[in-house]
């Protein structure tokens, strides 16, 4: 906890108005004031940078230990990075402290500043293009598909059919996609869109008749989400601690307000040409294939019309297991982790 210190000097001055800016999900800039006088004798700063306990975390679970920093003195700003694993959208405390160095190692320090709060950032582009090199690999060959399903319990289409307050009937509204995946993922708490599955059994060609979300699935013929007039977006890859991964795509048609949010933090996917959900044009028709290796969760941004598709129970079991709601990304696992933080 403590550095080695030969004793406390008023002599330096305590650093005053902390400035934090440039935060990014794995890096922040920061500076602050101190007396003239100290400019030229300081040689190093000491840094402690605190994750804020969350108040719904395990209180038996490691806490992490606060981190100093030991850094040779620098003009300011001072540019923090790779000196730790910060994790994206993540609030922490900082406090800075100034020093000089001893001839016999020890160091004169001045007292701590006051302690600053902020936020670090969602993934970048960048980070989510490594994401998608990292699904690309284990995405696996492609096979064809018609429709779009989602499944749900028998309420949820009641609901949707019969619509509320100002929103008409007959109409799955968009809402807000939930913290599960990545946690740097810039369309969790953010982007609004209805889910859907695509994925297919290899031997039938039929999406499954299991489901983890309920026994009614409401179908939709592939070229009603997915066509020419629609941009398509890589979100995030991840695992809840098991064998298979989830990719999820954002579809949005062409100029929508989706379309805009997506526009600036996704990676955009030739639909003709990627390894996860294409649609090209084959002999006159449109044709649609997904990846065979990973569960694709389609967000699509706009309202779907009930009657554009079909609705109806399915056959098989409900398995809650696979239900990816809210479902925290393994950080350990190698295949879908980048080294910015989890």
Same mark, same amino acid.
């Given at each position: 906890?403590?550095?080695?210190?030969?004793?406390?000097?008023?002599?330096?001055?305590?650093?005053?108005?902390?400035?934090? @800016?440039?935060?990014?999900?794995?890096?922040?800039?920061?500076?602050?004031?101190?007396?003239?006088?100290?400019?030229?004798?300081?040689?190093?700063?000491?840094?402690?940078?605190?994750?804020?306990?969350?108040?719904?975390?395990?209180?038996?679970?490691?806490?992490?230990?606060?981190?100093?920093?030991?850094?040779?003195?620098?003009?300011?700003?001072?540019?923090?990075?790779?000196?730790?694993?910060?994790?994206?959208?993540?609030?922490?405390?900082?406090?800075?402290? %100034?020093?000089?160095?001893?001839?016999?190692?020890?160091?004169?320090?001045?007292?701590?500043?006051? %302690?600053?709060?902020?936020?670090?950032?969602?993934?970048?582009?960048?980070?989510?293009?490594?994401?998608?090199?990292?699904?690309?690999?284990?995405?696996?060959?492609?096979?064809?598909?018609?429709?779009?399903?989602?499944?749900?319990?028998?309420?949820?289409?009641?609901?949707?059919?019969?619509?509320?307050?100002?929103?008409?009937?007959?109409?799955?509204?968009?809402?807000?996609?939930?913290?599960?995946?990545?946690?740097?993922?810039?369309?969790?708490?953010?982007?609004?869109?209805?889910?859907?599955?695509?994925?297919?059994?290899?031997? %039938?060609?039929?999406?499954?008749?299991?489901?983890?979300?309920?026994?009614?699935?409401?179908?939709?013929?592939?070229?009603?989400?997915?066509?020419?007039?629609?941009?398509?977006?890589?979100?995030?890859?991840?695992?809840?601690?098991?064998?298979?991964?989830?990719?999820?795509?954002?579809?949005?048609?062409?100029?929508?307000?989706?379309?805009?949010?997506?526009?600036?933090?996704?990676?955009?996917?030739?639909?003709?040409? @990627?390894?996860?959900?294409?649609?090209?044009?084959?002999?006159?028709?449109?044709?649609?294939?997904?990846?065979?290796?990973?569960?694709?969760?389609?967000?699509?941004?706009?309202?779907?019309?009930?009657?554009?598709?079909?609705?109806?129970?399915?056959?098989?079991?409900?398995?809650?297991?696979?239900?990816?709601?809210?479902?925290?990304?393994?950080?350990?696992?190698?295949?879908?982790?980048?080294?910015?933080?989890?």
């Amino acid at each position: 906890e403590a550095f080695p210190v030969a004793g406390r000097m008023e002599l330096l001055s305590t650093p005053h108005s902390i400035e934090i @800016n440039n935060i990014t999900c794995d890096s922040f800039r920061i500076s602050w004031a101190m007396e003239d006088s100290d400019l030229e004798r300081v040689t190093h700063y000491f840094i402690d940078l605190n994750k804020k306990e969350n108040k719904n975390s395990n209180k038996f679970k490691h806490r992490d230990v606060p981190t100093k920093l030991v850094a040779k003195a620098v003009p300011l700003p001072m540019t923090v990075r790779g000196h730790w694993f910060l994790s994206p959208r993540t609030e922490y405390s900082v406090a800075v402290q %100034t020093a000089v160095k001893q001839s016999d190692g020890e160091y004169l320090v001045s007292g701590w500043s006051e %302690t600053v709060e902020f936020c670090t950032g969602d993934y970048a582009k960048e980070h989510l293009a490594q994401l998608q090199e990292k699904a690309e690999q284990i995405a696996g060959r492609m096979l064809r598909f018609s429709v779009f399903y989602r499944n749900h319990h028998k309420e949820y289409f009641q609901h949707a059919r019969y619509g509320r307050g100002t929103h008409c009937g007959n109409m799955l509204q968009p809402y807000l996609k939930d913290n599960s995946g990545s946690h740097g993922s810039p369309t969790s708490g953010m982007l609004h869109g209805v889910f859907f599955s695509c994925n297919t059994e290899f031997n %039938t060609g039929q999406p499954p008749q299991d489901s983890p979300y309920g026994r009614w699935r409401f179908q939709i013929p592939a070229q009603r989400l997915f066509n020419p007039s629609t941009n398509l977006y890589f979100a995030d890859f991840y695992c809840m601690y098991t064998a298979y991964h989830y990719a999820i795509l954002v579809l949005a048609p062409k100029g929508s307000l989706g379309d805009r949010f997506c526009r600036d933090r996704l990676p955009l996917l030739d639909i003709a040409c @990627n390894k996860f959900l294409t649609c090209s044009v084959e002999d006159g028709e449109l044709v649609f294939r997904h990846a065979q290796d990973v569960i694709l969760e389609i967000i699509y941004t706009e309202p779907v019309d009930l009657s554009l598709g079909t609705l109806g129970e399915i056959s098989g079991h409900q398995l809650m297991s696979l239900s990816t709601a809210d479902a925290k990304k393994d950080p350990s696992c190698k295949t879908c982790n980048i080294s910015v933080g989890r």
